[in-house]
């Protein structure tokens, strides 16, 4: 599995956009760009996931470069239910393939 | 529907003793994995089964942790004995086989002295 860099810690205002960034320079061409976000004693939840196009949902917005090499999620007005930690993962395409998580971007959103 | 559920959510052992995670998935997934959190760590996996069968158990220390999916539904997951630097969360998940989306439990909350 590729391996993805992300920032320890942001902090954003409630209301405001929240944009979260990650790095994955080596990408292969069949593997996924999956995001998912992991509240305080809970256990993680699915956002989002691209392979190259832009995607959007209920939740968030993913943005991915036309390289592949980094993406963005955006959750478009935070909320203090947001807070949580952010894990951006690079997946095969093949069913069943498995997710491997990295530290993640803890997330902050401040009254 | 109901979610994957786990039990007990905490437990605190003596270092050599044994102890056993139960995790139930939501209805009809065939696919169970196995995570172990430490704290301050992104989830590892430790076993995939499909229905019951191992798909991948690499990063399981087999000298001491055991998987089981009887019937292809429930699993349990034992550590025996059981060493300070076990203690993490230890989260189950399940999926359908072509599914994205892997479901979480709460997970468990091992503390071992």
């Known amino acids: 599995d590729a391996k993805t860099t992300q920032p320890p810690s942001m902090d954003c205002a409630e209301g405001r956009a929240a944009n979260l960034p990650c790095n994955h320079s080596?990408?292969?061409?069949?593997?996924?760009v999956y995001w998912y976000r992991q509240i305080h004693s809970q256990g993680p939840q699915y956002i989002i996931h691209?392979?190259?196009n832009n995607e959007t949902n209920e939740m968030a917005s993913l943005i991915i470069t036309e390289d592949r090499k980094s993406s963005t999620l955006i959750l478009p007005h935070a909320t203090l239910r947001d807070t949580a930690v952010y894990y951006c993962?690079?997946?095969?395409?093949?069913?069943?393939?498995?997710?491997?998580f990295g530290e993640g971007t803890q997330l902050t959103v401040n009254p | 529907e109901a979610g994957v559920a786990q039990s007990p959510r905490y437990k605190i052992i003596e270092k050599r003793q044994s102890v056993a995670f139960w995790c139930n998935p939501i209805?009809?997934?065939?696919?169970l994995y196995w995570y172990q959190q430490i704290l301050g760590q992104g989830p590892k996996l430790l076993i995939q089964?499909?229905?019951?069968?191992?798909?991948?158990d690499s990063q399981l220390p087999k000298d001491r942790f055991s998987a089981e999916r009887l019937k292809g539904v429930d699993s349990t997951l034992k550590i025996q004995p059981a060493k300070l630097e076990d203690s993490a969360v230890y989260l189950c998940?399940?999926?359908?086989?072509?599914?994205?989306?892997?479901?979480f439990g709460p997970g468990t909350r091992l503390t071992v002295l």
């Open positions: 089964f499909q229905n019951n069968g191992v798909v991948d």
């Open positions: 209805s009809g997934h065939a696919t």
């Open positions: 691209g392979l190259k």
């Open positions: 993962i690079v997946r095969e395409e093949t069913s069943g393939s498995r997710l491997t």
């Open positions: 998940a399940s999926s359908s086989w072509a599914e994205y989306e892997q479901f």
């Open positions: 080596t990408i292969s061409g069949n593997e996924y």
